[in-house]
C-alpha cells in the first residue's frame, strides 16, 4: 500500500516555474512506478510524467524539455520541475503510484493517489 501526498503548487506567470513534491510513504519500499497527472478545467485527466523504480521516465509530448520528474529515494519525495510554464499547464496536478508498469496514459491503472494541487499560470 502507497500513500501520497502533494505540497508545492501555487500561481507563476507564464515563462516562469514551479517545483511540486509528492511525499510518498510505501510499506514495501521503493520498488513502484510514481508519476504525475493533470487535469484541466473541463477536462480528462492526462499523464504528465512517469518515473520507474530504476527512473526511467517518460513524458508527454507537451511538457518535454519544459518538465522533469525525479525521486528521492531516501527520502522517498517525488518532485516535477516545470519550467518555462505556460497557460495551458493550468490544472489540478496529482501524484499517483502503482507496483509494476509506469503507463503514462492510462490512470486507471493507478491505485494511490495524492490529493491534488492546483497550479495555475497567468499570461
Known amino acids: 500500500q502507497v500513500q501520497l501526498a502533494e505540497l508545492g503548487g501555487g500561481s507563476a506567470q507564464a515563462g516562469g516555474s514551479l517545483r511540486l513534491s509528492c511525499k510518498v510513504s510505501?510499506?514495501?519500499?521503493?520498488?513502484?512506478?510514481a508519476a504525475w497527472f493533470r487535469r484541466a478545467l473541463g477536462k480528462e485527466r492526462e499523464g504528465v510524467a512517469t518515473i520507474s523504480r530504476d527512473r526511467m521516465t517518460t513524458y508527454a509530448d507537451s511538457v518535454k524539455g519544459r518538465f522533469t520528474i525525479s525521486k528521492d529515494d531516501i527520502e522517498d519525495i517525488l518532485y516535477l520541475e516545470m519550467n518555462d510554464l505556460k497557460p495551458e499547464d493550468t490544472g489540478m496536478y496529482f501524484c499517483?503510484?502503482?507496483?509494476?508498469?509506469?503507463?503514462?496514459?492510462?490512470?486507471?491503472?493507478?491505485?494511490?493517489w495524492g490529493q491534488g494541487t492546483q497550479v495555475t499560470v497567468s499570461s
Open positions: 510505501s510499506r514495501t519500499g521503493n520498488n513502484y512506478c
Open positions: 499517483a503510484a502503482d507496483y509494476g508498469q509506469c503507463l503514462l496514459t492510462q490512470p486507471g491503472w493507478y491505485n494511490y
